[in-house]
């Protein structure tokens, strides 16, 4: 399976790097097309300490624990929109917009990207593939409900940074982990069953 990743600059970097870590280590995936822009790389410095500013593909695979010579992650320049994820003649299996800023929402609901995500997704929605957006924005406006809502008849699919507690999280990481285990399973990428609700309360 091949997947396009791109971070925007809403907060919530540790969910683009939890997901990023789980694809790499689930098995099912070969080729992550990694995009980043400006504005993650500056929320990543605050949230999580990590400088990404003029990474390469090494320094991603450090930030996400793989080997320095790992080849799964493909870094492309956001605005590098030759790059494969821009055309539908690539063939990939969907795109993942994690976190998602409203200013990316807004542009691909438009139609009128200007960089290689922008790009990307509105490839991806074209060509019938499988986008997910994940919004980390509280509250929401007018605009962005409209616009959410225009994307996801589009058939992009919409989904919340909004995790569960019915898990009983004990970590800061185990609530990500249970967001980004809803990102996987649209993907049907395995991982961890253990957030999984079991239809037992523990009631007598």
Known sequence: MELTVAI?????ALYAQRTLIHL??????????????????TVAMVELGCDLRGADEKKINEWLGLPAEARMIRLHRIDNIAATP???SH???????????????????????????????DVTLKEGRKLVLVPRET????????????????????????PGFYHRPQTIEALVDHLVFRIL????????????????TGAA
């Open 86 to 88: 821009s055309s539908g």
């Open 185 to 200: 399973d649209q993907f049907g990428v395995p991982h961890s069953a253990g957030t999984r609700w079991k239809g037992e």
């Open 8 to 12: 925007t600059g809403a907060s919530g």
């Open 139 to 162: 509250p929401y406006n007018a605009i962005h409900l409209e616009n959410m809502l225009r994307l996801s008849r589009a058939g992009a699919r919409v989904l919340p940074a909004s």
């Open 91 to 121: 063939p990939q299996t969907g795109m993942i917009i994690v976190p998602c800023s409203m200013g990316t929402i807004g542009a691909i609901a438009s139609g009128a990207g200007t960089n290689l995500i922008h790009r990307a997704a």
């Open 24 to 41: 790499a280590a689930s098995g099912a995936v070969e080729r992550i097309n990694l995009v980043v822009s400006d504005s993650a790389k």
